[in-house]
Nanobody
Framework: QVQLVESGGGLVQAGGSLRLSCVAS????????MGWYRQAPGKQRELVAT???????NYADSVKGRFTISRDNAKNTVYLQMNSLKPEDTAIYYC???????????????WGQGTQVTVSS
């Protein structure tokens, strides 16, 4: 009933930039926190950045100053602007969101299918 669809991944050289987008669709009453996580081969999934519905943000130390998370509440969309990319940023990037589909229910946590980001040296 609710889907998160990411886009914007790809192959980029070190020092380059990419912008990821994630659109939530389906039966949505409200969206609370949204965020981006990533998983590199052989590693656990890790938090990249989160943003509340009020606009408060949180970043992993490894991306502070290089990545910026933002959201457009009217479009149910969260973005991740990634600048000064490094080979160690290579991973599958997943969108995550806490979504209420009715005012009477608690938020449910959803994940997108992931988008590959590859940074070449």
């Amino acid at each position: 009933q609710v889907q998160l669809v990411e886009s914007g991944g790809g192959l980029v050289q070190a020092g380059g930039s990419l912008r990821l987008s994630c659109v939530a669709s389906g039966r949505i009453f409200s969206i609370n926190a949204m965020g981006w996580y990533r998983q590199a081969p052989g590693k656990q999934r890790e938090l990249v950045a989160t943003i509340t519905n009020q606009g408060s943000t949180n970043y992993a130390d490894s991306v502070k100053g290089r990545f910026t998370i933002s959201r457009d509440n009217a479009k149910n969309t969260v973005y991740l602007q990634m600048n000064s990319l490094k080979p160690e940023d290579t991973a599958i990037y997943y969108c995550n969101a806490d979504i209420q589909y009715t005012a009477l229910r608690v938020p449910i946590n959803y994940w997108g299918q992931g988008t590959q980001v590859t940074v070449s040296s």
